[in-house]
Nanobody
Framework: QVQLVESGGGLVQAGGSLRLSCAAS????????MGWFRQAGEEREFVAAI???????YYADFVKGRFTISRDNAKNTVYLQMNSLKPEDTAVYYC?????????????????WGQGTQVTVSS
C-alpha cells in the first residue's frame, strides 16, 4: 500500500520560510517523479516536481527562485524548501507521485496523493 505522508506545514509570516517533507513508502519509486501541488480554492495546482533517479526538476513559474524541491533517496523523502513566502502561498500542500518525468507531473494527474498539510502565510 503506497503512502505519502506530508509534514512541516504551519503558520509563518510573510517573507519567512518553511520546509515541507514527504515520506514515501509502499513501493519502489525509482521510476517515479515526486512532487508538490497546492490547493487554496477549487483547483489544485502544480508547484514543483523531481525525478527520483537523476534528480531532474520542474517548477511552476510562480515559485521559481523561491521554492526548491529536493530528495533524499536513502530516506525515501522529498522536501520542498519554501522561502520568501507570500500570503498568496497560503494553501493545503499535497505530495504526489507519478510514474514518469518531473515535467510530466506538471501536465498529468499523479498516480498517488498524500493527505495534505496546511501552510498559512500571514501578512
Amino acid at each position: 500500500q503506497v503512502q505519502l505522508v506530508e509534514s512541516g506545514g504551519g503558520l509563518v509570516q510573510a517573507g519567512g520560510s518553511l520546509r515541507l517533507s514527504c515520506a514515501a513508502s509502499g513501493r519502489t519509486f525509482s521510476s517515479y517523479a515526486m512532487g508538490w501541488f497546492r490547493q487554496a480554492g477549487e483547483e489544485r495546482e502544480f508547484v514543483a516536481a523531481i525525478r527520483w533517479i537523476g534528480g531532474g526538476t520542474y517548477y511552476a513559474d510562480f515559485v521559481k527562485g523561491r521554492f526548491t524541491i529536493s530528495r533524499d533517496n536513502a530516506k525515501n523523502t522529498v522536501y520542498l524548501q519554501m522561502n520568501s513566502l507570500k500570503p498568496e502561498d497560503t494553501a493545503v500542500y499535497y505530495c504526489a507521485a507519478l510514474l514518469g518525468t518531473a515535467q510530466a507531473m506538471g501536465n498529468m494527474p499523479p498516480d498517488y496523493w498524500g493527505q495534505g498539510t496546511q501552510v498559512t502565510v500571514s501578512s
